[in-house]
T-cell receptor
Framework: DAGITQSPRYKITETGRQVTLMCHQT?????MFWYRQDLGHGLRLIYY???????DKGEVSDGYVVSRSKTENFPLTLESATRSQTSVYFC???????????FGPGTRLLVL | AQRVTQPEKLLSVFKGAPVELKCNYS??????LFWYVQYSRQRLQLLLR??SRESIKGFTADLNKGETSFHLKKPFAQEEDSAMYYC??????????FGKGTRLSVIA
């Protein structure tokens, strides 16, 4: 589990600001994912990536942007943060050889 | 469409009592199912997957294709089992589909 990290772990920002959440994995897994976790909604997929330079939208992608220039990094950017984006964000990765997804420790984001 | 349903948001049991966390899925193909656990303020971690047929921390889960279920069971609940439990479905080269989770509270 230590192979996937997220930064920052906690972030407070204001409405309208741009925020980037970082995700880094050391396993060279092909797939990476971003989820948000909210009470009553469980885990919802924001974006995922099957490989470098390949990304796809998930269930709740509006207001978010991702990039994957390197296999090991998958940053998530909130272009103009809104209060509804207050949440806990989890990054995950998996290898194509196995189906288990490994999760990062999460980033708690508060948008004021 | 693939879907995972966990009908209980919250399940409270007494220590030592049996536990069953329900999970039903909707998928026309051959499913691969998982249970993930999240202890307070920690990351999600894999608890078990149906293919391995393991028993982890005393938990077991059997895939019932007829009932499209993958319920998680433990004969005697412990306080340290209190956590959020997510059932997840893999349907191929797509992200796991997660249920909304069940919070298990074990009361001493």
């Amino acid at each position: 589990d230590a192979g996937i990290t997220q930064s920052p772990r906690y972030k407070i920002t204001e409405t309208g600001r741009q925020v980037t959440l970082m995700c880094h994995q050391t396993w060279s897994h092909s797939y990476m994912f971003w989820y948000r976790q909210d009470l009553g909604h469980g885990l919802r997929l924001i974006y995922y990536s099957a490989a470098a330079d390949i990304t796809d939208k998930g269930e709740v992608s509006d207001g978010y942007v991702v990039s994957r220039s390197k296999t090991e990094n998958f940053p998530l950017t909130l272009e103009s943060a809104t209060r509804s984006q207050t949440s806990v964000y989890f990054c995950a990765s998996k290898d194509t050889a196995q189906e288990t997804q490994y999760f990062g420790p999460g980033t708690r984001l508060l948008v004021l | 469409a693939q879907r995972v349903t966990q009908p209980e948001k919250l399940l409270s049991v007494f220590k030592g009592a049996p536990v069953e966390l329900k999970c039903n899925y909707s998928y026309s193909g051959s499913p691969e199912l998982f249970w993930y656990v999240q202890y307070s303020r920690q990351r999600l971690q894999l608890l078990l997957r149906h293919i391995s047929r393991e028993s982890i921390k005393g938990f077991t889960a059997d895939l019932n294709k007829g009932e499209t279920s993958f319920h998680l069971k433990k004969p005697f609940a412990q306080e340290e089992d209190s956590a959020m439990y997510y059932c997840a479905l893999n349907s191929g080269n797509t992200p796991l589909v997660f249920g909304k989770g069940t919070r298990l509270s074990v009361i001493a």
